[in-house]
Nanobody, 121 residues
Framework: VQLQASGGGLVQTGRSLRLSCVASGSISQNYGVGWFRQALGKSREGVAC????????HYRDSVKDRFTISVVNANNTVYLQMNSLKPEDTAVYSC???????????????WGRGTQVTVSS
């Protein structure tokens, strides 16, 4: 499965961005689908994950109530709506497939090329 993210850009603090990711194959046959991010000089971390195992959405604490993940299974597309962006959200964001517990720890079965998000202060 190939994954391609898009929608990144440069925004000011407090603004919003919506990322999109299209998969070349079915995403609903996986345990979950979600988003990584990796800031310069830092380890990759999971940001959000929609689980096909428990039917729930999971987020890392630092983005709860600001980010929302959504999935359109028919189009094999996953979105990440990011509101109230902060400079610490600056990173390359990639979409990924795998169990949410692992994905939120930065581990996935598949992941794709990311899109840069830069939040200026």
């Amino acid at each position: 499965v190939q994954l391609q993210a898009s929608g990144g850009g440069l925004v000011q603090t407090g603004r919003s961005l919506r990322l999109s990711c299209v998969a070349s194959g079915s995403i609903s046959q996986n345990y979950g689908v979600g988003w990584f991010r990796q800031a310069l000089g830092k380890s990759r971390e999971g940001v959000a994950c929609a689980s096909y195992q428990d039917g729930k959405d999971h987020y890392r604490d630092s983005v709860k109530d600001r980010f929302t993940i959504s999935v359109v299974n028919a189009n094999n597309t996953v979105y990440l709506q990011m509101n109230s962006l902060k400079p610490e959200d600056t990173a390359v964001y990639s979409c990924a497939l795998g169990p949410c517990k692992l994905l939120l720890s930065g581990v996935a079965e598949y992941w794709g090329r990311g899109t840069q998000v830069t939040v200026s202060s």
